[in-house]
């Protein structure tokens, strides 16, 4: 449409050269703000920063764990890093993934008997709480430990292990790491 056509469209309307630049301005304002306001919506869906996984780990020196289907190998760049451990084979029993916050505990509940908590704490850390569930009763907190931010960031992990009471020889683990992160060297759990 040429400027004749857009003058005899704006004559029907009743728009003069004056009011058709302020609809224009108008228009142009409202296209202005609703692209800015999209443009500062942050995108935290696919965005893992701030969110931790947790795994519950099982080591043992048996092949493939009889009856236990579930149980799923844990990868290869983190069983690297428990070589200094003396278990051949660690299967994953569950993973859960949690985005704590600074105001209250996040509880993950990884099995029957065992729950983390996990909350940011001033400092720029992490700390994390291992309770110990039993029927009937509160959770026992049975242990504590406050991480780095950063060194999760970079890679770092951070492990709890125990005996297991359900076997002779084998070990429990609970990792917490930042899946996003840049894997640390394979010489630091």
Known sequence: MGKAGLRRCTAKAGLDGIHMKQWKMRWMGLWLAAVSAWLAI?????DPAGKYR???VWGT?????AGKDGMKPLDPATSARLRQLRWTNYFVTKTEFATPDS??????????????????VEGGKLEVR?????????PKQVASRAVGLEA?????????????KDRWDD???????????????????
């Open 42 to 46: 942050p995108v935290r869906a696919d």
């Open 54 to 56: 947790i795994q519950l």
């Open 61 to 65: 020196d048996v092949q493939r764990p």
């Open 103 to 120: 105001k209250e505990h996040r509880r993950v509940t990884l099995s029957d008997r065992c729950a983390v908590d996990l909350k940011e």
């Open 130 to 138: 291992m309770l110990s569930l039993k029927p009937g009763s509160e």
């Open 152 to 164: 999760l960031k970079k890679g770092e992990m951070m492990i709890y292990a125990g005996d297991s």
């Open 171 to 189: 070990c429990w683990l609970v990792i917490v790491d930042e899946p996003a992160a840049k894997p640390a060297p394979a010489g630091k759990p």
